[in-house]
């Protein structure tokens, strides 16, 4: 059969991307007024700042803006995750980056699987951050052992979507059929089930270590636990969630607001209390379980390792000042985080200047309407001091670890904050994975380097 009948990992992404929103929005109906409202919020803001709307036009970010931009999930054993790894490769989507959420109170380590190429990532953003359970941090052994029986008893993969994965891995790709059969499949994965798999009496024992293991091992398998849409004001959104009668989370997770968003910016409405029955009670006696939350997040550009390492050191000094973002010290924790970031570049000129963050590279009608008249070895500053080219942020399409387990903290309870003291486990992860993690910055780099080339090439610059 020839290539040319096969779909495109990049429309079986968008066609997934598009199919659990629309499974999300009904298992989760506040999902969808947050989706209005991030809508409402976006609109409004594009039609009163028109180089912003420009700037997203240009780099194609204006298509990819209504897309759906995040979800998450969680597994509980290696082959899981090598399962994965295998059904996300179906959707382009590989492995980037490793996240160890441990010393932040979550026993959970995690990747994010996404699309890796500029090209790509316009026709659909869609990412998964995944989380695979690290069972050695369960301190009860007993505790530990029943969690794994209990895993492995379960199969959370459907035997078609298993075969449609191996039929992609031996010829290369899925027939139109193939790929809706495979999306159909793939969903049931990430269902939402209300029946738990344990006793009441487990469910507890599991929750009493830690309410995201009970979320992980009590259950048929990975729900879906939040999708996240992409907002242009994060904190327009965040004032406006409580006025609709959405419980939003204290304080925005990342950076503060700036005229030149960098990283990611998060918040949520609280997880819901849903309920579920355990295998030893009648219909009558449902219990419950608090897991699934609404998430929001506002991307700005990514950052070089020089910027990250700023930004790393003006978070840790905002924390030594007054500690981890709570309930209790949401205005001070924002008023220190404010005063200093005030330490970071603010505008595009310097962070581009300074080599802060990554941009792609434009050639402009002038610089096209001078072609091949550029001298040999003119540098890069030169063509844009001349305004032969222009640069854009580059979107930061990953996450930052602290701001991940806030948002997890945030919903399943202060009480839920434990000290890790076992050291990060990357190299058990990817051996779990069966495959290695992409570095982040090294496809930053690279598409940025590709946006130059492409520049040279048309502008004739040799």
């Known amino acids: ?141 007993a505790l530990r052992d029943e969690a794994v029986k209990i895993l492995q008893k379960r199969n959370i993969f459907t035997d078609k979507v298993v075969s449609l994965i191996e039929k992609y891995e031996q010829a290369g790709g899925l027939t139109q059929e193939e790929a809706r059969q495979f999306i159909e499949e793939s969903l049931e994965t990430f269902r939402w089930h209300p029946e738990a798999t344990v006793t009441a009496t487990q469910y507890q024992n599991l929750h009493n270590q830690h309410r995201l293991i009970a979320d992980v091992v009590a259950f048929k398998g990975p729900h879906i636990n939040h999708l996240t849409p992409r907002t242009l004001d994060i904190d327009t959104i965040q004032l406006e969630m409580p006025k609709r009668g959405i419980n939003a989370k204290a304080v925005i997770e ?51 390792p020089k910027g990250r390492a700023l930004y790393d050191k003006l978070l840790n000094r905002t924390r030594a000042e007054v500690g981890a973002p709570s309930e209790e010290n949401a205005e001070e924790y924002y008023i220190a985080l404010t005063k200093n970031f005030k330490d970071f570049p603010d505008d595009y000129a310097a962070l581009h200047d300074q080599k802060l963050a990554y941009f792609s590279y434009f050639p402009t009608k002038e610089g096209i309407a001078n072609r091949g008249q550029f001298p040999k070895g003119i540098t890069l500053n030169e063509l844009i001091d001349l305004g032969a080219i222009i640069y854009k942020p580059i979107v930061y399409e990953d996450f930052l670890p602290v701001s991940a387990a806030g948002i997890f903290q945030s919903n399943l309870g202060d009480e839920a904050r434990v000290n890790y003291v076992e050291n990060s486990s990357q190299t058990q992860f990817v051996e779990d994975l069966g495959a290695q993690v992409l570095d982040e910055l090294e496809m930053y780099e690279a598409s940025q380097a590709r946006s130059l080339e492409r520049c040279k090439e048309i502008l004739e610059i040799k």
């Open 1 to 141: 059969m020839s290539k040319l009948s096969f779909v495109s990992p990049d429309d079986i992404r968008a066609q997934f991307s598009a199919a659990m929103s629309n499974m999300y929005q009904n298992e989760v109906p506040l999902y969808q007024d947050l989706m209005e409202l991030v809508s409402e919020v976006n609109q409004n803001v594009l039609s009163q700042d028109r180089d912003l709307y420009e700037s997203l036009v240009q780099t194609g970010e204006i298509e990819r803006l209504d897309e759906e931009r995040h979800g998450a999930i969680r597994v509980g054993t290696a082959e899981e995750l090598k399962m994965l790894r295998r059904l996300f490769a179906v959707m382009g989507m590989f492995p980037v980056g490793y996240y160890d959420l441990a010393p932040a109170g979550v026993p959970v380590h995690s990747t994010v699987f996404r699309a890796i190429h500029e090209d790509s990532l316009r026709i659909s953003p869609f990412r998964i951050f995944t989380s695979l359970l690290r069972l050695e941090l369960i301190e009860d052994e």
């Open 254 to 304: 990342g950076p503060p607001r700036r005229e030149c968003p960098i990283l990611l910016r998060q918040t949520s409405f609280k997880a819901l209390k849903e309920p579920v029955s355990f295998v030893d009670q009648n219909s009558q006696e449902m219990g419950s379980h608090t897991a699934r939350f609404g998430e929001i997040e506002q991307r700005g550009v990514a950052l070089t």
